[in-house]
């Protein structure tokens, strides 16, 4: 956690990071083993898997600093 105000930037770059290093393995495993059409199908299915993971990532940081203001006089 940190000690300021405000949204937990370190943690959301932290999961970002990650969310961007499992989506690049996830596509480049893809392209090697997928034939071409399978592949072009696989691309949306990883990307919208990221696009969902990296929405709640946000949302999960976002309430914990809800939660630490609400708790915080």
Known sequence: MSSERGLDVA???RLLALIGFVTAVSLLTSARVLPNELF?????????????????GFLIAAGETYEQRAHDP
């Open 11 to 13: 943690r959301l770059g």
């Open 40 to 56: 072009s199908v696989a691309v949306v299915a990883i990307g919208s898997i990221a696009l969902v993971t990296a929405i709640t």
